[in-house]
């Protein structure tokens, strides 16, 4: 199936309040920009930000045994903290009831919230793009904005690394798969993944 972001758009509208409908369309603008800059596909950035938080207006506790269900715990802090469940939720859901199989957008949605080690760029995109949307407004904003349009792999280390920081600095719990990330990244920066930097 084809995805269409007019589509996507439609079911973004009808179920995400006012508030993170215009979260979300900062977040299509500003990862369709990002890929077309870096080259990736805008079309299926566009989509994947446009269903990034589809899921996140079901209250917690049906996330939670709708995780259950869906066999979506990976981990005991998923079960902990399942406010980082709604992107592999949404994931789910577009890929068993709408019959969406883009496998790079199902990704890029599902990681969104924690990241994953080995992301690939559309999955960085849609990571960073939702932590640094037009309406995002915090020190060092502009910096990350300017960081993923120089280098997207190490913008989107920078913002996991940001993160990390905020969270460790307001006593939130660390979900282990962004440890995993930010380590997978820094290891990507130091030692290089591509044959661009052989
Ligand atoms: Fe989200
Ligand atoms: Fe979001």
Not at 49 to 55: C, F, I, N, S, V
Not at 88 to 115: I, K, M, P
Not at 142 to 171: A, H, M, P
């Amino acid at each position: 199936m084809i995805l269409r972001a007019e589509e996507v758009y439609v079911l973004a509208a009808r179920v995400l309040t006012e508030e993170r409908l215009k979260h979300t369309l900062g977040v299509a603008d500003w990862a369709e920009d990002l890929a077309r800059h870096h080259g990736l596909d805008p079309v299926k950035a566009r989509c994947a930000a446009l269903a990034h938080d589809l899921a996140k207006g079901i209250p917690i506790k049906d996330q939670l045994s709708l995780a259950r269900r869906w066999n979506l715990l990976k981990y005991p802090e998923d079960e902990l903290y399942p406010y980082v469940l709604h992107g592999s939720l949404a994931a789910y859901w577009l890929e068993h009831y709408f019959g969406v199989d883009d496998t790079e957008v199902l990704a890029a949605v599902a990681s969104h919230t924690l990241g994953r080690p080995g992301m690939s760029p559309l999955e960085m995109v849609i990571y960073s793009a939702d932590l640094t949307e037009p309406s995002r407004d915090f020190p060092e904003v502009d910096k990350l904005r300017q960081s993923l349009y120089d280098d997207l792999e190490k913008g989107t280390f920078e913002c996991v690394k940001g993160t990390l920081i905020y969270l460790r600095e307001s006593n939130h719990p660390i979900h282990p798969l962004t440890q995993l990330t930010y380590e997978d990244l820094q290891r990507r920066q130091t030692i290089g993944t591509g044959s661009e930097k052989a």
